[in-house]
């Protein structure tokens, strides 16, 4: 059964839809900052935040022009770092939900912890470098709550179980490493691929039924993480949200399939359909309510 989108009241505004930041980018990584932002918009949020180098900064106000960013005043630096923590927990004091991740680059374990503590834990989608950092880091899985998700693909969740980079062995037995995974954190955890999985200790395991082989593309986990993150700002419980995401990502991808051919979509596509996917959703979710 697919849990309800949260309600959009006619009479509603932009301060009533939930906001969220999103931690991402480096220098020739703005792409992901910008997919990652803009799948949260049209998810939706009523403000999204961007927290990132001041070096992207002339191609993030491009790319997405609805962000708000936060942005170091260090021109020359690729990534964010230590001393960057002060801008990043200002940031999230006005935010509902975090994304913290796509396209951060290197050194992320040096500042992620004290981040999170300063951060006052609000709701939290971990992806891409921030994975990677986390996995450096173990013993933070132990202290994730209900609160976070984690989106690993196979390689990063191999490397979350302590597995190297075996990606063989998380795709071999998929539902056995989720499980896994769910044993050493109390987090969300969205187990990307062919039947992408989401599960929490204590909750049943969702096998996501929408999707292709056309996501198989750099950036489409970018745009999933936002997603995510917009529906926490918004007010859904992130087992909830993780599972609704899953499916509108899908769905969206479904939809460019149709149109163009698994081959030729790409991944800044699936933004721009996410209108049809959100709609095919609450349809499907009022069927199974």
Not at 172 to 196: D, F
Request: charged residues 20%; aromatic residues 4%; negative net charge.
């Amino acid at each position: 059964m697919l849990p309800p989108l949260p309600p959009r009241p006619r009479d509603t505004d932009k301060s009533k839809m939930g906001r969220v930041l999103v931690v991402a980018g480096s220098r020739g990584m703005a792409g992901a900052a910008a997919l990652c932002a803009e799948a949260a918009m049209r998810s939706g949020c009523g403000y999204v935040y961007v927290a990132t180098v001041g070096a992207i900064s002339p191609e993030l106000t491009a790319a997405v022009p609805s962000a708000i960013l936060r942005c170091t005043t260090d021109r020359d630096r690729a990534h964010l770092a230590w001393d960057d923590v002060p801008m990043l927990v200002d940031a999230a004091r006005t935010s509902d939900a975090i994304v913290v991740g796509p396209g951060l680059g290197e050194g992320v374990e040096s500042w992620l912890a004290e981040f999170l503590v300063r951060a006052e834990r609000r709701p939290t989608v971990f992806d891409a470098d921030a994975l990677n950092a986390v996995a450096r880091r173990r013993e933070l899985l132990s202290a994730f709550t209900s609160d976070q998700v984690l989106t690993p693909h196979s390689g990063e969740a191999a490397r979350l179980l302590g597995w190297g980079d075996d990606r063989a062995r998380v795709e071999a037995s998929r539902h056995a490493a989720i499980s896994q995974l769910c044993t050493i954190t109390e987090a969300n955890v969205v187990l990307k691929g062919a039947g992408t999985l989401v599960a929490r200790r204590g909750r049943p395991t969702y096998v996501n039924s929408t999707g292709n082989a056309g996501l198989a593309k750099a950036g489409s986990g970018d745009v999933l993480s936002g997603i995510v993150g917009a529906l926490l700002a918004r007010g859904m419980q992130a087992y909830d949200a993780a599972i609704a995401a899953t499916w509108i990502h899908g769905r969206a991808a479904d939809v460019l399939a149709d149109e163009t051919g698994e081959e030729s979509y790409v991944s800044s596509d699936l933004a721009r359909a996410l209108g049809r996917a959100f709609s095919d959703y609450a349809a499907q979710s009022a069927e199974t309510h």
